[in-house]
């Protein structure tokens, strides 16, 4: 049966080089309609809230791109619609390298799933241009259900009959992480949708929920008080906590459990290409900034990738969790 999906519901709470030296750069950035980029200041739309980790890691890298091209780099959040309205902004916008669009893969991928009309295409509007890697998020088991692995779970699962299981959102990597989990085992475990990961956090500290699944910044509070047994990890280890096997570790073969999400940096569509090589070398040159290292490291991600790299990323991703989202029978609203 189909489910109605409110967008408002819809809400996701993301090789080093230097850069070569500014005016040689410069020179060799020619194609926009004002000649050598940048020529004036750079708008850099954040398509989430102030505060958040994509908001952070937006200011990080727009302040290091700042310095490196002398030009000043503005922080715009225009937040709503699952990061719709401002991607639809910057597909909008010249394409000249001075509106740059930062925000993470439920934008870049998703919402073609869930939204009748977005108000992009993102193959025919935008060019992903930079990309980190999303850290892997943890399955968190509440304490007296004595769950310590995935197997340990499914256990639980077939003897309980209905599980309630945490996600930050519906259309969220958990819902779809239940979905595939229900279809590899034959389990009922049911998706509880929070309005982000704070509140369903304080669903596992309030014991209401059997698990969960989140990033390991925020499950903090529900581990450091023993509320939460952490029981497997999504599609890839966490540096903090090596000896959490990955689902695929411990026999979950959906394909989703491959994939990994990503917060990026993208442009319009026609952006000449030295720029979009330009601005890309400066996310990846900003990898080696105390300052992006220390958000870096809060959220427990790893680097920006370069052009290739991410749009190699994308191209693989891309079909999975489009697969796995429809699985779900969301309904676009």
Known sequence: MSTKLDRRHFIAAGTTALAMPFAARNAWAQGTSQGAWPARQIRMICSYPAGGQTDLLARAYGEFISKQVGKTVVIENKPGASGAIGTAEVARAEPDGHTILCSISTTYIMNRVVMKNPGYDMDKDLTLVSVIPGAGLLLVANPKTGVKTLEDFVAFARKSGKVNFGTY???????????????QYGLNIEPVHYRGEAPMWTGMLEGTLDAAMGSYTAAQSVLQSDR?????????????????????????????????????????????????????????????????KEVLSTFVLEPAIGFKETNALYQRELPIWIESAKSLGLEPA
Not at 169 to 183: D, F, I, Q, R
Request: glycine letters at 6%; charged letters at 20%.
């Open 228 to 292: 939460g047994t952490v029981f497997a990890v999504h599609s890839k280890k966490v540096d903090a906590i090596p000896a959490i096997k990955t689902l695929p570790e411990q026999g979950a073969t959906s394909k989703f459990f491959t994939v990994s999400g990503f917060t990026g940096w993208a442009v319009p569509k026609a952006t000449p290409q030295p720029v979009v090589d330009r601005i890309a070398e400066l996310c990846v040159a900003a990898n080696n900034d105390p300052k992006v």
């Open 169 to 183: 959102s519906a259309g969220s990597a958990p819902h779809m992480t239940v979905n595939e989990l229900n279809k």
